[in-house]
């Protein structure tokens, strides 16, 4: 089975300041990692994905991360966030032959002005 | 390109009722699947369908059950509602069923059980 863990319930971090919001994964077989972001009253929006390849994954609104096999790592990183990034991002695993994703139990952010 | 459309958006219902709510994927999308988000258990997954078949299923009890039709669009429905059944209700559509097809989203059904 696999499981993830999302550090952080919740980030306060100031416009324009940089974030991380962490993200561990167990699992004994291989599996692709995601972000998804949910704004309030709506469904979740993919951020970016790793599937195979380059470890450094580009997403959308400026967005990227970083996969680490070793430290079964899969953190999310903005160099500069804005008022518009308010949200909570929920980083999520699924392994081949499965459309089931299992999420972590998200991260908060909140951009102060 | 329109995006999952599901209905209705929100339900209040007694417990003991039954209710169905039903998902409309994007077009040409095949896969369709169900998840529960509630503020303690978080977004749990409860099945997924591919092609009229369930291809996988969650740790939910057999109250919870779904189907989808030839034209992929997908319902689910809970009998004998519980309080705890309150939750909003996403439904996820993909073009295949092999685990790195992107899903998307729809808006959700928020129950309200009572």
């Known amino acids: 089975a696999q499981s993830v863990t999302q550090l952080d319930s919740q980030v306060p971090v100031f416009e324009e300041a940089p974030v991380e919001l962490r993200c561990n994964y167990s699992s004994s077989v291989s599996v692709y990692l995601f972000w998804y972001v949910q704004y309030p009253n709506q469904g979740l929006q993919l951020l970016l994905k790793y599937l195979s390849g380059s470890t450094l994954v580009k997403g959308i609104n400026g967005f990227e991360a970083e996969f680490n096999k070793s430290q079964t790592s899969f953190h999310l990183r903005k160099p500069s966030v804005h008022i518009s990034d308010t949200a909570e991002y929920f980083c999520?695993?699924?392994?081949?032959?499965?459309?089931?994703?299992?999420f972590g139990q998200g991260t908060r952010l909140t951009i102060n002005p | 390109k329109a995006g999952v459309t599901q209905t209705p958006r929100y339900l209040i219902k007694t417990r003991g009722q039954q209710v169905t709510l039903s998902c409309s994927p994007i077009?040409?999308?095949?896969?369709v699947s169900w998840y529960q988000q509630t503020p303690g258990q978080g977004l749990q997954f409860l099945f997924e369908?591919?092609?009229?078949?369930?291809?996988n299923k969650g740790n939910f009890p057999g109250r919870f059950s779904g189907r989808q039709f030839s034209n992929s669009r997908s319902e689910m429905n809970v009998s004998t509602l519980e309080l705890g059944d309150s939750a909003l209700y996403l439904c996820?559509?993909?073009?295949?069923?092999?685990?790195?097809?992107?899903?998307?989203f729809g808006p959700g059904t928020r129950l309200t059980v009572l």
């Open positions: 369908y591919f092609s009229e078949t369930q291809r």
């Open positions: 077009s040409g999308h095949r896969s």
């Open positions: 996820a559509s993909s073009k295949t069923s092999g685990g790195t097809d992107t899903q998307y």
């Open positions: 999520a695993v699924s392994v081949e032959g499965a459309q089931k994703l299992v």
